[in-house]
């Protein structure tokens, strides 16, 4: 069964930086694309970056140059590095974890909880 857990959200104001992780379990971690996608209030699910094993990394084009994705091979965690943080990027974000590194959240067969980031201004 695989499990995704997120850490690291919070309140920061506009600005500021926060770091999420998300620890994966139960995946045959080398064989899937882990993902991180945010959703706003009122707003439909969107990829925020994507990356693999194999070296890929891609990020949603509005915000390329302040949010940075990486990953700890040997402990199966993904992190989100997230700098110069704006009101707009206050959503739930959420660890997904799939076959392929689509941007498109219905490849994700797995997904975690979600954890709450709030950016004030």
């Known amino acids: 069964q695989v499990q995704l857990v997120e850490s690291g959200g919070g309140s920061v104001q506009a600005g500021g930086s926060l770091r999420l992780s998300c620890a994966a379990s139960?995946?045959?971690?080398?064989?899937?694309?882990m993902a991180w996608f945010r959703q706003a209030p009122g707003k439909e699910r969107e990829v925020v970056a994507r990356?693999?094993?194999?070296?890929?990394?891609a990020y949603a084009d509005s915000l390329k140059g302040r949010f940075t994705i990486s990953q700890d091979d040997g402990k199966n965690t993904v992190f989100l590095q997230m700098n110069s943080l704006k009101p707009e990027d206050t959503a739930i974000y959420y660890c997904?974890?799939?076959?392929?590194?689509?941007?498109?959240?219905?490849?994700?067969?797995?997904w975690g909880q979600g954890t709450q980031v709030t950016v004030s201004s």
């Open positions: 990356i693999n094993r194999g070296g890929f990394v």
């Open positions: 139960g995946v045959t971690y080398s064989r899937y694309c």
């Open positions: 997904a974890a799939g076959p392929v590194c689509s941007p498109s959240a219905q490849v994700y067969t797995s």
